[in-house]
């Protein structure tokens, strides 16, 4: 508790004095390396700023105790501030252009603020004692009255900022933390001792071994551990299938086992690849996202524009065939199941129809993914598409059109905005494989004269030079690609893709890498349904299509067709197989939809993996809402910790004297113990005294005092009223023989409503009288 007298603070003073101004030390060291990290500007210089102000805030609070010095003060500062505002403002404009600087960094973007105004380092400077002024004189006043919430805001302000921002820093944390672990304890404890400069030291001496240990390597490690929890969080919230997600060190897991992960079922029997993790630029051995700075500058609000003119690239194919109308294509209902794949995914074919759901949507210009909170497991599509292999599409250009409507001059308008993004962003080469790209598809006479002839080219190249494995061989600490192409030259679809795509681009064909699973009109069944496992998981190439959109093109060996049965597909009339509506009973269709399910071993460990994560799972998102609870619980007792520590120096010390007396009931109360003036005295001291709580005789002299000024109406003298003062205490910090329960109670229940409506019945009443 936070109950002294008057007295025993003034002998206590200078000492609190000496600390407030240390632990405002501390607290504004931190706040200068996360500043000096912002701004670029000397440490040493902010320092000794820093240090002077809180110098003068400190002599000012010393010295000036009147009411007109302390306005005469302001009103200097004031007139100060008005007079260098060009410069505040300025230099405001400079601190914002440096975190949009950092900002740039950290999340690759390309987001600018138009200034006209010119920020020199004297504004920066005259800015930054301003602000320093702000700061210190914040944390300065927190800190003396000792309002940990608003200290506590503060401190989660600039750790989520560095973090956000990319400059976290041990030490700024450290720091921080160490200043307001002292805060904590002071006002615990109300009193400096040396047991609590014993704790201080040592979590000092704790807090410089651990910063000297990980302060080289701040950002590599949140990182790490943010890259970590986001995995453990994603996997939690949609399952986990065998699909790399871009990452070529895992590329050998993407065929691992033979669960079961997708159900489906169509009407038409054809080829359907169906489209999942997309990946645009390769980055250490990973297939990533496009900057954001790509969607920005002179692309800036082109996605919005573009959805706006309802123009989607998930089902621009679809669109296209709309108004080509060269091609009649009949409509098809594909229906899939997600039994055991990554439900974050919506897995769709390039074929399909308008999609009206409110679940899933559409990321930037690649795929499709769930809105949901653990995201979809069933749904369907309407698709349009030929049993056709992408290459030998007969394309029409629809800008060419005699007299073309309404809509498909705005499909053409939008086409064309993004196709010049498309050719920006999705051609460039990763400059360490160039040369090994140059090298292998430039080694005989080729003639580019469009995309089939490109696929073919690289289809031929790969096949005469690269061995096709289920299992790749990762390579530690080295660029899995070029491994792949200088030296094993052996490994499985997901390194032959991502050759593949390299290869597209530098041919001026537009590409990205793209995950999902493969299902083959082989294997469906007479209905039209195919169960596929994680053998079916498939990476594959997607190219730009002018006009038409991304379209998938395989370059894996044993997944495309040759040479001789693309010219027979194209001499044959390629109609669709339609799915029997007969009920196909046979034994090799039941055998297909029970794959996987052969070994009751197997499916057992599956089980029992699956209630581990239901498990992990349940328990996770319980200790979120656990944590948010003590959080709330926390911020609930500071709040009424700060009223009741205002209302009782705000109280004369009669009325202290009745709060000192409401909160011994409440604190005995919590410990079983019912506590009421003149009534089982003896007893309660005995049981106090088994409890180990009191020493002998200690509840009887308190009681007799509260008896005194209750039913004697008498004021209590000083050393009397410091005798229930320092039983307070007492009783509060007192752990011993305590449950847990009772320690929560205690820490959480002790302030509350209750406890000031009974001061104020207590005060409204006016004496000395005692409620009954």
């Not at 752990?735 to 009772?742: A, D, E, F, I, W």
Request: proline share 1%; aromatic share 14%.
């Amino acid at each position: 508790m936070q109950l002294l007298t008057k007295n025993a603070k003034k002998t206590v003073n200078q000492k609190v004095n000496i600390y407030h101004f240390i632990l405002n030390l501390i607290w504004i060291a931190g706040f200068l390396f996360f500043y000096q990290s912002i701004t670029g500007l000397n440490i040493s210089y902010l320092g000794i700023i820093s240090l002077a102000i809180l110098s003068l805030y400190t002599l000012i609070d010393y010295m000036m105790h009147s009411k007109k010095s302390k306005i005469m003060i302001s009103v200097i500062a004031l007139i100060v501030i008005i007079l260098f505002i060009p410069f505040i403002y300025r230099g405001l404009l400079g601190l914002v252009q440096c975190i949009i600087h950092l900002y740039n960094i950290k999340y690759e973007d390309a987001f600018n603020l138009t200034m006209t105004i010119q920020t020199s380092n004297l504004d920066m400077m005259i800015f930054t004692l301003f602000f320093l002024l702000l700061i210190c004189y914040y944390v300065y006043r927190c800190i003396k009255n000792r309002s940990l919430i608003f200290i506590h805001i503060l401190f989660f302000i600039v750790i989520f900022a560095s973090m956000w921002l990319g400059v976290f820093s041990y030490i700024v944390m450290g720091l921080m933390t160490l200043s307001q672990v002292g805060l904590w304890i002071m006002n615990y404890n109300d009193f400096i001792s040396w047991r609590i400069r014993i704790w201080l030291m040592s979590f000092m001496a704790v807090f410089i071994a651990l910063t000297s240990i990980f302060s080289y390597r701040d950002e590599q490690t949140i990182g790490i551990i943010k890259n970590m929890t986001a995995s453990k969080i994603d996997t939690l919230r949609y399952g986990e299938d065998t699909l790399p997600k871009g990452d070529l060190t895992q590329a050998t897991n993407i065929h691992l086992d033979d669960e079961i992960r997708l159900k489906v079922s169509t009407l038409q029997i054809k080829d359907f690849y169906l489209k999942g993790y997309v990946g645009s630029r390769l980055v250490d051995n990973k297939w990533t996202d496009l900057k954001r700075a790509d969607y920005n500058g002179n692309h800036q609000g082109m996605l919005n524009w573009l959805e706006n003119k309802g123009f989607y690239t998930t089902q621009q194919f679809n669109q296209y065939l709309s108004y080509d109308h060269s091609q009649d294509i009949k409509s098809n209902e594909l229906t899939i199941e997600n039994v055991a794949a990554n439900r974050k995914y919506y897995y769709a074919p390039y074929s399909i129809d308008y999609l009206s759901r409110k679940n899933v949507t559409q990321v930037k210009d690649q795929n499709l993914v769930s809105t949901t909170l653990f995201g979809s497991d069933n749904y369907d599509y309407q698709e349009y598409s030929q049993n056709l292999p992408c290459e030998l599409l007969n394309t029409t250009d629809l800008t060419k059109q005699a007299h073309p409507s309404k809509k498909l001059v705005k499909y053409n308008k939008s086409e064309n905005i993004y196709r010049q993004f498309v050719y920006d962003k999705y051609l460039d080469v990763d400059h360490s494989l160039l040369s090994s790209i140059q090298s292998l598809f430039d080694q005989q006479q080729f003639k580019n004269t469009g995309i089939y002839s490109v696929s073919q080219h690289i289809r031929s190249i790969l096949s005469q030079n690269m061995t096709y494995s289920e299992k790749s061989i990762h390579h530690k600490n080295k660029n899995e690609l070029l491994a792949f192409l200088n030296e094993t030259r052996q490994g499985n679809d997901v390194l032959f893709a991502s050759v593949g795509v390299e290869a597209f681009r530098y041919y001026g064909i537009p590409a990205r890498y793209v995950e999902g699973y493969l299902a083959k009109s082989s294997s469906f069944n007479k209905q039209g349904k195919v169960t596929l496992t994680s053998k079916n998981a498939h990476a594959w190439v997607e190219v730009y299509f002018d006009g038409i959109g991304w379209m998938p093109i395989d370059v894996t060996p044993g997944y495309y067709y040759d040479t001789y049965a693309l010219m027979s597909m194209l001499d044959q009339s390629q109609g669709v197989k339609e799915a029997s509506a007969k009920k196909d009973d046979s034994k090799k269709a039941k055998a297909v939809d029970n794959q996987g399910s052969s070994s009751v071993i197997k499916q057992a460990k599956k089980v029992i993996q699956k209630l581990e994560n239901i498990f992990i799972g349940f328990a996770f998102f319980l200790g979120i809402i656990l944590i948010i609870f003590v959080i709330i619980l926390e911020m609930r007792r500071t709040l009424y910790q700060m009223k009741l520590y205002r209302l009782y120096r705000q109280s004369s010390q009669d009325q202290q004297t009745r709060i000192l007396y409401l909160i011994i009931k409440q604190i005995l109360a919590i410990y079983g113990v019912e506590c009421y003036v003149g009534w089982k005295d003896q007893e309660n001291d005995q049981l106090l005294l088994h409890k180990q709580m009191i020493h002998e005789g200690e509840y009887l002299r308190v009681i007799h005092l509260l008896e005194k000024f209750f039913y004697g109406e008498k004021s209590l003298e000083v050393y009397e009223f410091n005798i229930i003062s320092r039983f307070v205490e007492t009783l509060y910090q007192h752990k011993k023989n305590v449950s847990l329960y009772q320690k929560c109670k205690l820490h959480f229940v002790l302030v509350s409503k209750k406890l000031f409506k009974q001061i104020d019945n207590m005060n409204n009443k006016g004496g000395k009288q005692l409620e009954k």
